[in-house]
């Protein structure tokens, strides 16, 4: 399903942060979205390099028409090691 482009830019907004959330391809509640002047710009964290890939295809899906510019940035995890430190 695409999104009219002439369609108010809240609702716009509110769509596609709906799908970022909701799609299991992305699913990150942490995301927003600003529309101007034919583009979309997406900001926040999501927690792999898939998902980052993944809000393209979702935004893409839903507006084909705007270019895209994902701001968005992988959360670094440090890796758990199987030592325990004590003081």
Do not use: W
């Not at 995301?31 to 926040?44: E, N, S």
């Not at 935004?59 to 430190?85: I, K």
């Amino acid at each position: 399903m695409t999104l009219e482009q002439n369609s108010p830019v809240d609702y716009l907004v509110g769509h596609v942060e709906e799908a970022l959330a909701c799609d299991p391809r992305v699913s990150e509640q942490g995301l927003h979205l600003t529309i101007a002047g034919g583009k979309v710009f997406v900001t926040g964290t999501v927690s792999t390099r898939e998902r980052y890939a993944a809000v393209a295809d979702v935004v893409g899906e839903l507006l084909p028409d705007y270019e895209l510019h994902n701001e968005a940035t992988v959360a670094e995890y440090d890796e758990m090691s199987d030592e325990e430190h004590l003081s």
